[in-house]
């Protein structure tokens, strides 16, 4: 780009310790979050009449590993625009690190929960593994619809499911992941933590462990374990009325399903999708809805210089306009973002109302929609945005 045209289209303004050179489209930049990768910031977007996040990748050509991180993310999250690798997408109200020191009830706590395992679902349809997903990667609205970020550590599982084990933060690693890392790792002791909680596992799991690891798990004190009604008392739900009391027991039955050790033995998304705490909001436009499509199947095994990964990159940008442009992205099935969005106001146009979809659970209750602002006003809807987004179908703000 000629340096007139750059400098009529683009502005300069420094965020925190960092420079954003954007479009001048994007205006009124605030720091919002960071992560691995670089600075989050809101703007408000003048062309679109909505406000965005953009994220600014850091050093994103400092090396392989950062190129190729750029790219993935790129790829699978579908990106509305990338200048100079600054990814602009639809503006979300928290993060979960923040949205779980609220007081939530159990319909919004529900409704996150089946949120999170579509996302999982199509994710792993489109055979994706995340990677690295923690309350930090999962953002929400303050209408309660919530979306997976940073799928740069993603992979596809076209490549082999062997995972590098160290690619997860540290506490949000499933057991198999923990033990896969070989007994002499420091971060082993995250092993035991898990078995104090869920007591030793059994003979039968052992015997599915190679010698070494075996070895290591045997040599372990030995753990009574807790029960889950000690592990999750009453006390940590939200507990006002007999309808919740229910919720609570519902709740606690899916965390001992989902926090148990042997993975063969640990409930799948598809049933814990059907247990009665989440199913209530069971859609099958949302949950049965085709994966999203994934163009470049090769995106683990390629290998390429970081000049390379830039033209790369350049070329998924232009497709992308080019496609946008035709109009053709609005008749994609759905982007990867895009798959873990839905909308509360479709379910409580079919849901709540429709007796036959409920079950024990008492959905009829559910009368009120399941936004955050009235819990917490820090969450503040993000304008219209916000309502045209969810407004979009069950994929909700399509990228
Ligand atoms: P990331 O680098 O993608 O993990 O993002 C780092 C942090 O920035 C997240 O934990 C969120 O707090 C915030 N963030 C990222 N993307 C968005 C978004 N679209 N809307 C609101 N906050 C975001």
Not at 35 to 59: F, M, P, T, W
Not at 75 to 88: A, I, P, S
Not at 312 to 341: C, F, H, M
Request: hydrophobic share 35%; proline share 5%.
């Amino acid at each position: 780009m000629n340096r007139n045209k750059r400098e009529r289209e683009y502005y300069s303004i420094d965020v925190g310790d960092s420079t954003f050179t954007v479009l001048k489209r994007y205006q009124n930049l605030r720091p919002i979050g960071s992560g691995a990768q670089g600075i989050v910031c809101s703007a408000y977007d003048h062309n679109l009449e909505r406000n965005v996040a953009i994220k600014k990748l850091s050093r994103p050509f400092q090396n392989q590993t950062h190129a190729k991180r750029a790219y993935r993310e790129l790829v699978l999250m579908k990106f509305r625009h990338v200048h100079m690798l600054y990814l602009v997408m639809e503006l979300m109200d928290a993060n979960l690190c923040q949205v779980i020191q609220m007081e939530l009830d159990h319909e919004r706590l529900s409704y996150l929960l089946y949120q999170m395992l579509c996302g999982i679902k199509h994710l792993h349809a489109a055979g994706i593994i995340h990677r690295d997903l923690k309350p930090s990667n999962i953002v929400v609205k303050s209408d309660c619809t919530l979306k997976i970020l940073d799928f740069g550590l993603a992979r596809t599982a076209a490549t082999g499911l062997l995972m590098t084990p160290y690619v997860v933060t540290r506490y949000y690693r499933a057991p198999e992941v923990i033990l896969g890392m070989g007994y002499q790792a420091n971060d082993i002791d995250q092993w035991n933590k898990v078995i104090e909680q869920l007591g030793t596992p059994s003979q039968e799991f052992l015997m599915k462990l190679n010698q070494s690891v075996r070895t290591y798990v045997e040599n372990r004190p030995r753990y009574a374990g807790y029960s889950f009604e000690k592990l999750f008392p009453d006390v940590l739900f939200p507990a006002d009325s007999e309808h919740n009391k229910l919720k609570a027991s519902q709740a606690r039955d899916l965390l001992s399903k989902m926090l148990v050790i042997d993975a063969s033995k640990r409930i799948s998304v598809d049933e814990a999708l059907q247990h009665p705490y989440i199913n209530v909001w069971y859609d099958p436009t949302e949950v049965e809805a085709p994966p999203p499509v994934i163009t470049d199947k090769q995106l683990d095994e390629r290998e390429h210089t970081v000049e390379e990964w830039k033209e790369l990159i350049y070329k998924e940008v232009l497709d992308w306009e080019e496609r946008t442009k035709n109009g053709v992205i609005r008749g994609q099935p759905a982007s990867i973002g895009a798959a873990v969005s839905s909308s509360p106001q479709q379910h409580h146009q079919h849901h709540p109302s429709t007796s036959s979809s409920t079950s024990a659970n008492d959905v009829s209750s559910m009368s009120t929609d399941p936004t955050l602002t009235d819990t917490d006003s820090s969450l503040e809807t993000a304008g219209p945005a916000a309502a045209a987004a969810t407004a979009s179908g069950p994929m909700g703000c399509c990228r």
